[in-house]
């Protein structure tokens, strides 16, 4: 079987939708999608989080969090345009996810 080999980096985005559940976009090596995807959850106000893939020979070796360099990015960008920033809003401050854990 032959496989289209992976990015060595992939971005995911994680959503609560409330009543509908955990949601993400599709795994991409595009870093300004990912940002993209995140900017809408917290202009949405929903919980969200971001993960980097690293791959290697076409397998994930490494998964790490990212969301605290989303929210610095954004707070940058915010900052440089004399805009307000949304609360970002993360998957394990969502009390339902909270309940479940325990």
């Known amino acids: 079987m032959n496989r289209t ?22 795994p991409t090596a595009d870093r300004d999608a990912a940002y993209d995807e995140f900017t809408f959850a917290t202009d949405a106000g929903d ?7 690293a791959t290697a020979d076409g397998l994930p070796v490494s998964i790490i969090d990212v969301t605290d360099a989303f929210e610095r990015e954004l707070q940058e960008v915010c ?12 998957l ?11």
Request: charged share 25%; proline share 12%; aromatic share 8%.
């Open 5 to 26: 080999p992976l990015p060595p980096i992939l971005y995911i985005v994680i959503r609560d939708f409330g009543t509908l559940g955990l949601g993400s976009s599709d």
């Open 47 to 53: 919980p969200v989080g971001v993960w980097q893939i």
């Open 79 to 90: 900052i440089a345009r004399d805009l307000d920033w949304p609360t970002v809003r993360r």
């Open 92 to 102: 394990e401050d969502n009390p339902a996810l909270k309940l479940a854990a325990e």
